[in-house]
Structures are given as C-alpha cells and as structure tokens.
C-alpha cells in the first residue's frame, strides 16, 4: 500500500470510528462509494481497533500463557529477525504488529515491534523516526522502558525494547483501587523519568495510562520515547492507530498524542515544550485520584473543546477532616491543569519536587489521623460522587468550581482549597515570634552559675530528660537548653563554650516559640504544626548526610539549616529570589554548578549547600565556636562576619565566636540586631527539639539518628 492510500484509509478510518457503531457500516458504504479494496482496508482496521485497541501504545506485558499463544497460523512465529526469533504473538493493529521474541545472543525475552512497509516507504519519516528512537534509546533511567536497538534486517525494519512483567496503569486504574500511597509512588516514579528524559531534550507528547507501566516488582516504566512521532503527517489529520490519537503541524513539526491528555498548545498545533507533558502526566494523576478523565465528550471533538475552553469538574470533594497530602496532591494537580503553560509548574523537577514533598506528610497522617488517608481519598470521592448526583453542572460552572473549593484560585496565589502544607515560609515568622533581647556585655565561660543553679539545678536536669517541655518550669526549661546547646555544640566541632543566661534566653525564645506550633491547625506561613515539619524532614536526611560527611561538614549543620531557612520546603523562594531548602540565591547556585531550573532538585542543591558551608570552614575554622560564625556568614556573608571580628577585637571578654557579636549587637548595624542576631539562636532552638522529639510530643526520632542508615561518605576534595 502506498503512503498515499494509506492515508485515504486513514481519513475513511477516523471518520467512521466517529461514528457510533450501528451507523458504521452505512457510512462505509457511502464514503467508499463502490470502492470496495478502500472499504475492506478500513473495515478491517475498524475490527483490529476494536479487538486489540491502541496497538502503538499496548506494552508487551506479560499475560497469561493461554492469551500469549494467539494466532499459531501467524507466519511470523519462529521467524528469525536479527538475533531475535519470535516466539509469540502479543498484539496487533493498524500500525504492525509488535511480538514477544527472545534475544538469541543475550538469552533474554524482548519486545519486538515490527514496522509496516507503507511506513517505511516514507524515507523522511523513517529517517526522522530513526534519530528519534535512536535519541530515545540513550536515556538510561529506571521509570523509562529500554530501548535495546532500532534496526534493519532484509528489509524488515523493527524496534526492539524491554519486555515488561507488569500492568499498564490503565489496567491498574481499572481493575483495582489504588491506594493514595500507590497513587503517589507511581506518581513520583513517572515525574522521575520525565525529568531524565526532559534533560536530554526529549519530550514524550503522549503521556497516557496505556503509555506507563508497573511491573510486578513495583518498578513503573514510561513506555515509547520517541515513538509518538512514529506516524506524523504533512497536514494535521487524525490517526487510525486509536480513536483518541490525533496529529498536528507545529512550528518545530508534527506532534502527536491522545485526545482526552493533549495539552491546550498540543491541540491548537502550537509549539510544545516539556510542560506538554506535564499536562498531560496531570490528567493521568487526576485519573488516578478520581477514577475518571477530568476532559470527556460525547466525541473527540468535543473533548477538545472541553480541554480548550473548560475547566476539569471537581478532583474530590473534601470535608475538614481530609488529611492533608489529599488537598496537597488536588493543589498539585489543578498547577498541571493550567491552560497557560507560564502558569503550571515549569519544570518536571519542580513538579517531582512538590509530589515528593506529600510523603513525609502522608507518613504523618497515617501516624496521626484515626481514618487511613486511603479511606479518606474513597470518602472523597464517593462525596464528590454525591454532589455530582445532587447537582447538574456545565464543567466551568460555578457550582462545579464552588465543589471544589469555596474560591477560585490563580496559578502563584491558590486560595483555595489551601493546600495547608504548602505555603510560602515568608520572612514574617521571624518578625511574628521575635522581640528584643535584653542587651549588654557578658561573659561566655562564666564563673557565677545561673540563678538557682546550685546542686537542685543538676538534679532538675536529670529530671527534665524525658518530662515534656510544656510541663516543665521555667528553671527547668531554662536548664534543659543549656544542656541542650551543650550537646549541640559538641556536635557542630570540638571546644564548646558555655552560655551565660542572656545567650540561653535567647534560644529559649525561639524554643518556646517552636514548641507553641505543636498541634497548630494554622495554614499561615510560620504557623505549621512542628510534628509537620519534622516528618517532611525525615526523607532527605540520609541525602544530607552523605552530602555533608563528603565534604567533612558536621552533619547537624545540614541537618538543621534548611529548617530556619525553608521548613524543609524544597521549592520554597523567598522574596529576595533565593530558592530551594537551602536557600541559594540563583548566582550562588550558578558558582556551585547549580541552574536555576535545578535549584528545587535537592540532588544538586544539597551537596552544593556542603560545598559552600565548608568554603565557609576553611575561612573561619571548623571548632564549635567558629561553626557559629559560619552559621552566621551563611545569613550575611562571611567577609562582614570577618570585619564585624576585627572591629570588636579590643572590646572585653572577646572571643572568636557568634556570641561576641550577640553581645555587641547594640555597637552593629540594623540590620544585625534585626535579623542576623537571631539566625543563630533559631538554628540552636530548632536543633535542640529535633534532637529530643520526645520532650516535644514529635512522633519522629531524633533525626540525626536517621544518618546511620547512610552509607558511609568519600570524603572530596
């Protein structure tokens, strides 16, 4: 067949799968117009469709011995292609036929796709298909299926790929209901490998359910880089290989991919970038959440119109007491959804980012909340459900908007529903909890002991080891931090110095303000609940300490600086331009080898954030004391922190540390007094109740403990 007639078979194809299917024999019959070859052709993909389905997009899974077996006439079968004999039948479609076939030189199963000759009759499209396979073929990530080779063998042109043990999600969204765990590994697996594959330039444009795949041991792969563009077109038409696949002309050239995932720019034949992908993976986390595709019509073209003009009906319907990574997952979903590109996340690294973050709070409410958040997302749904019943409402209506939330939303300032876990950490939380210290001169290493803390002092120590916080005195307190600081100095370096009274009231202070979150219902910035904030922190531990033991930076240090820098938030950006958990401004990140568009990705930003603080060791020391300094140069620059030290050299009781210039905050600058003077103090408050999770009713262990986990770090130079 001549690619010319294929396409007239193609066109006859798309407009009778238009058709519903009582009605498709009487279209046939008058658009074929006595052509009865044209008819046969058609007709018998209409059949193919209907009993294999998307035959491009089927995966070669491993089904049952019964189903594998198929057709025994078909010629194919012991036929010898290259290194590779096929073995049996998978599937078959109007595009070819696609085999399961074992590699004769590696003694392994392979997928064996077949092209047809009125394909590869097309030199510039072969050509075109080649490079891009062959592109596709080079990523090497675990969540993309392998591409082993694209070849030729008397005239025989084929692709052969991984052969996956496994279900496609649309097989897993259907027949089971997937947990809001599952939903969420399978979702942050899938933003994985688009991250892989956006960096080597290449976008997928077909992001499906029939495209990703999970195989029996979890592993979820993306199925077919490079292969969407496999049967593009002059001129934009709609394709036989499915009744949802259409094509376009683009500025950069053809695109392809499904009807109901198709981005807005996709469908208008625009330009596309990696954020068409990301579109189209929130459709597929919309499907996962709700059980349905968020744009449906009665026709493709309707569906069009619906992903063009209207907004998705409600995600899930939510009571008060939905658990949090719910509303959080919904936040993330409705940022794909945006019909300007400009306004969804711009990046699939920021997008892995914000799923990655759900974990350690959905691992809190499953400690936390008495109904499992799985349950939660049925209830949800099945809540949904009954508004839907009780309700009739056009997709951008306002009672479907007011279903989900009671306002809407723009893309940077969601109001609602407020995802309560992910909000700007704005710089108002230091002014909110911070007031004046008491000023004056004092010594460090002091010879009068505290008010009260004679022999009953050391005795209220030992007592406050396992009493809660909250229920100790203030003596107590005041001596529990003291003890405290102690422990944590000695594990920021060697030679700590001990506090007089006014240092450790200031840390108390920041202490004393931490410890009131705990419980907070709050969604204000600097007002989440600590037991929040410390699970979220759990995940990236063991990344931090491997980073910083590498570098030989104390692992506290690392530990706890993301803490008063962003809450653990890892795209958080503040309002001076510095980004991410550690809070780099975008010309920092750039000397430590870090791009803007990867300063949410904490692969990069944290052995970067280790580099820095030891450049920092290296000019000021590494013992306890100058480790305060370093703290300190990271929140206003290491050589005012080196000027501010010569100017109090000749000032009493002068000491190389931090606390010297808390001391003579009042001789400094405003800017000092205002902000700097307390960024060490907060560093020390956030330390000591991460460190002692019991005296603070935290559900999680003392996160240093989670570094011994890691595996031991090679030191760099």
């Not at 193609?10 to 008058?30: C, G, K, S, V, W």
């Not at 994985?192 to 499906?208: E, N, T």
């Not at 980012?353 to 759900?358: E, F, I, K, N, T």
């Amino acid at each position: 067949m001549t690619p010319e007639r294929w396409r007239q078979v193609e066109d006859i194809l798309q407009a009778a799968l238009d058709h519903p299917p009582q009605t498709r024999a009487a279209f046939l019959n008058e658009a074929c117009a006595g052509d009865d070859e044209l008819k046969g052709e058609a007709s018998s993909l209409i059949s193919a469709h209907d009993e294999a389905g998307d035959f491009m997009e089927r995966p070669a899974i491993a089904e049952d011995a019964r189903v594998l077996i198929g057709n025994l006439h078909d010629a194919n079968i012991g036929r010898v292609v290259g290194p590779y004999r096929i073995v049996e039948r998978l599937g078959a479609g109007g595009m070819g036929e696609v085999y399961l076939a074992q590699d004769a030189r590696l003694n392994r199963p392979v997928a064996l796709k077949i092209l047809p000759s009125y394909f590869v009759s097309d030199a510039t499209r072969l050509r075109r298909f080649q490079r891009e396979a062959r592109a596709a073929s080079a990523l090497n990530h675990p969540n993309i299926l392998t591409i082993h080779e694209v070849g030729e063998f008397e005239d025989v042109h084929f692709i052969a790929t991984e052969y996956i043990d496994g279900q496609t999600l649309r097989e897993l969204v259907t027949g089971q209901d997937l947990s809001l765990e599952e939903v969420l590994d399978v979702a942050v697996q899938v933003a994985s490998g688009l991250v892989a594959a956006h960096a080597a330039g290449i976008i997928h444009r077909d992001i499906k359910p029939e495209n990703i795949m999970r195989r029996t041991d979890g592993i979820v792969k993306i199925l077919d880089f490079g292969i969407a563009k496999l049967t593009e077109q002059l001129t934009p038409e709609f394709s036989s290989e499915a009744p949802t696949v259409i094509k376009a002309q683009t500025e950069t050239g053809v695109v392809m991919g499904t009807v109901g995932y198709m981005s807005p720019e996709q469908a208008r034949g625009l330009s596309v970038d990696e954020r068409t992908d990301i579109w189209s993976f929130g459709v597929v986390l919309y499907e996962m959440l709700a059980r349905r595709t968020p744009f449906a019509g009665d026709t493709r073209l309707d569906t069009l119109v619906a992903i063009l003009e209207y907004d998705p009906p409600p995600l899930l319907q939510f009571t008060n007491d939905t658990p949090a990574p719910l509303r959080q997952l919904q936040s993330i979903v409705e940022k794909t959804l945006r019909k300007e590109k400009r306004e969804r996340h711009q990046t699939a690294t920021e997008m892995l980012a914000d799923l990655r973050s759900v974990k350690p709070e959905l691992d809190l409410a499953g400690m936390l909340e008495a109904q499992p958040a799985s349950a939660s997302l049925r209830a949800a749904r099945d809540l949904r459900r009954g508004s839907e019943k009780s309700k009739t409402f056009a997709p951008d209506s306002p009672t479907s908007i007011a279903l989900t939330a009671p306002s809407t939303a723009s893309a940077d300032n969601q109001t609602a529903p407020r995802p309560p876990r992910r909000r700007v950490f704005a710089a108002r939380i230091a002014a909110a909890l911070l007031v004046a210290v008491v000023a004056g001169t004092f010594s460090y290493k002091i010879s009068v002991i505290r008010r009260g803390a004679d022999s009953s002092s050391v005795a209220a120590t030992k007592a406050t080891t396992t009493k809660l916080y909250a229920q100790m005195s203030e003596a107590e307190q005041l001596a529990f931090v003291d003890e405290q600081e102690q422990r944590i100095s000695a594990m920021m370096g060697e030679s700590p110095v001990r506090l007089n009274e006014d240092a450790l009231r200031a840390i108390k202070k920041y202490v004393d303000a931490y410890a009131a979150r705990r419980g907070s219902m709050s969604d204000e910035a600097g007002g989440e609940d600590l037991r929040v904030i410390y699970a979220r922190a759990m995940s990236y531990v063991p990344l931090i300490a491997r980073s910083f033991a590498a570098r030989k930076v104390p692992v506290i240090i690392g530990i706890y600086l993301p803490m008063i820098e962003s809450e653990y938030r890892t795209c958080f950006v503040n309002s001076i331009g510095a980004k991410g958990m550690f809070q780099f401004l975008p010309q920092t990140a750039r000397h430590y080898g870090v791009a803007y568009e990867e300063m949410c990705d904490m692969e990069k930003m944290t052995p970067a954030a280790a580099h820095y603080i030891a450049d920092r060791m290296a000019e000021l020391g590494d013992d306890s004391e100058s480790m305060t300094l370093v703290l300190l140069s990271y929140n206003r620059g290491p050589e005012w922190v080196r000027n501010t030290l010569r100017q109090l050299r000749e000032t009493d009781n002068y000491e190389r540390n931090f606390w010297t210039l808390f001391a003579h905050r009042d001789q400094l600058d405003e800017v000092f007094r205002n902000e700097n003077a307390h960024y060490v103090p907060m560093f020390f408050a956030a330390a000591i109740i991460g460190e002692n999770p019991q005296n603070f009713e935290l559900q999680t262990p003392a996160l240093s403990t989670l570094t011994r986990t890691s595996a031991p770090a090679t030191a760099l130079p």
